[in-house]
């Protein structure tokens, strides 16, 4: 059946708007009543801010006074300390995909360190995991200091481009 349509052209476009701002408030709210009432209310607001503004567009401006509306109703409905308790679920812990991600760069790392040739990987090892001096490290391997730092500086070279190599990669397969 065919909308009944008013003589006034100001009427009918008022009752345009209301509908469409009544879609609107139904799609997002999903409740007829609901969004009849703010349909309602946008007119009511927005005919008395037209009285005292001036309105460059009256359907841009129902439009936000329905958003506003939509979201005014669901801050009501939420209780305030529910949302502050949610700052209390929230976990500081990271993300699965950063977990993931994590153990994929320290597996790639591992195998970099594993690949390294052995008395490199020995310096290595001693120096930055189990804190040996590099006096230390040269007494037990019959090396010289600087011979230790050598090796040192080349396990970090080798790690550090195969970190590189392997977020680029990374970077390349989010792309």
């Not at 009849?36 to 439009?63: C, G, P, R, W």
């Amino acid at each position: 059946m065919p909308a009944v349509r008013c003589a006034d052209p100001m009427a009918e476009e008022w009752a345009d708007l209301r509908q469409a701002v009544a879609r609107y408030a139904l799609n997002v709210t999903r409740h007829p009543d609901l969004a009849e009432d703010i349909a309602q209310q946008t007119l009511l607001k927005a005919i008395e801010y037209q009285q005292s503004n001036i309105v460059i567009s009256m359907h841009a401006l129902a439009f936000r006074i329905a958003a506003n509306l939509v979201r005014e109703h669901y801050r009501r409905q939420k209780p305030v300390a529910e949302l502050d308790a949610a700052h209390d679920i929230a976990s500081s812990d990271p993300l699965p995909d950063r977990i993931a991600e994590d153990r994929a760069e320290t597996r790639a790392m591992m195998q970099v360190l594993n690949a390294m040739p052995p008395l490199r990987r020995d310096v290595f090892l001693r120096r930055r995991v189990e804190g040996q001096s590099c006096q230390e490290i040269g007494r037990e391997l019959g090396l010289n200091p600087k011979a230790v730092e050598k090796h040192i500086t080349r396990a970090l070279g080798d790690l550090h481009a195969a970190r590189q190599r392997w977020q680029a990669r990374h970077a390349e397969g989010q792309s």
